[in-house]
């Protein structure tokens, strides 16, 4: 099946992380995507109304630069690809610490709870008791200031999940394998898609690439090879991913995703 580039990746994929991108390019692109100038409307007034993005004038003659809000998920993003792939390459292990999670808030601010508890497993942690989460990697560094005041945490190297100990069977028991490998076959199709599509201009190309890619990695809690007890197939997929987007990118001439390769770059920031 064909990779469909989605509005919002398009829009993202232009958006640098200081000053401003033209709206005519952006709109350029979609088309040569086969993206209708609507959806992509729609995504730019979806990214306003949520604060992650402030739209400067109108139609192709605007632009749109990235707000604090904005900023600051872009990065989270590029930290999970610079962590993925460092991992891959084993510059980052895990140092057999989990980090335990506790979320408590009055009824009063149930909203705050709620949205907290929904960060932290789009973050990668899993429930292991009521309002109690586990992860293998320190996620503090990423949560709001303001939301601190919700939570307790506290690192341990013993830990017991339903009287598990072994932190294979507990890394297995929390972020099955096969749910989290599935998705990578996305990416193997891209480069497929992507090697019979030479004649589409290099932006085009790229973005189904990074469509795939996004895709994977939206539900993969990067758990630490360490913890599996198998030659991690995403690691190899991402590789071969990797591979090709360099291929592409490496002659330079655009101007997507500009800063966010090679995640050598974007360590520094985890």
Request: include cysteine; aromatic fraction near 6%.
């Amino acid at each position: 099946m064909d990779m469909q580039i989605t509005p919002r990746t398009l829009v993202e994929a232009f958006l640098p992380f200081e000053g401003e991108v033209s709206l005519a390019e952006v709109y350029a692109v979609a088309n040569l995507a086969g993206l209708e100038d609507q959806p992509v409307r729609l995504a730019i007034r979806r990214l306003v109304a949520a604060g992650g993005v402030v739209q400067h004038g109108r139609g192709r003659a605007g632009s749109l630069t990235l707000t604090g809000t904005g900023l600051r998920r872009l990065q989270r993003d590029r930290q999970s690809l610079a962590l993925a792939f460092a991992q891959d390459a084993g510059e980052v292990r895990w140092d057999g610490s989990w980090l335990l999670i506790a979320v408590s808030a009055p009824e009063a601010d149930r909203h705050v709870r709620d949205s907290l508890r929904r960060e932290l497993l789009k973050l990668g942690a899993a429930t292991i008791s009521t309002g109690l989460y586990a992860s293998p990697h320190d996620l503090r560094d990423m949560l709001s200031a303001d939301s601190m005041r919700y939570v307790a945490t506290a690192t341990t190297a013993d830990l017991s999940v339903r009287g598990v100990n072994d932190p294979l069977v507990i890394a297995e028991m929390l972020w099955p394998k096969a749910s989290i490998i599935e998705p990578y076959q996305g990416i193997q199709d891209a480069i497929a898609q992507e090697a019979d599509t030479s004649s589409l201009p290099k932006e085009v190309r790229l973005l189904i690439l990074a469509e795939a890619l996004e895709r994977a990695m939206r539900d993969d809690p990067l758990v630490p090879p360490e913890l599996r007890s198998c030659t991690w197939p995403p690691t190899k997929v991402r590789e071969e991913w990797a591979h090709r987007w360099e291929e592409l990118s490496t002659d330079g001439g655009t101007t997507i995703y500009s800063g966010w390769w090679p995640p050598a770059q974007a360590s520094a920031l985890l």
